[in-house]
């Protein structure tokens, strides 16, 4: 996914791929925050961070496979 590809427009004329794509890694960001237990205010920041950096494939799948993980937890699962 480069450049060009994440400046093509989405069904919602708001959003471009990269907002929708940001939009999904950061969910995956807020939820290993939640369930870690962290602080709401630190929940609620998360939209509006760039998650995707320079490389937006890269963070999609890493992020995803730490979200992945934290169901995985034995500690996250008995919380």
């Not at 237990?37 to 995803?64: K, R, Y």
């Amino acid at each position: 996914m480069s450049g060009p590809d994440l400046a093509r427009p989405t069904p919602c004329s708001e959003w471009d791929v990269r907002a929708l794509v940001n939009h999904v890694v950061g969910a995956n960001v807020r939820f290993q925050l939640l369930l870690h237990g962290a602080p709401t205010e630190q929940v609620e920041a998360m939209p509006t961070v760039d998650h995707l950096g320079d490389d937006a494939l890269a963070s999609c799948i890493a992020t995803a496979d730490r979200a992945v993980a934290c169901f995985h937890d034995q500690h996250v699962a008995e919380g």
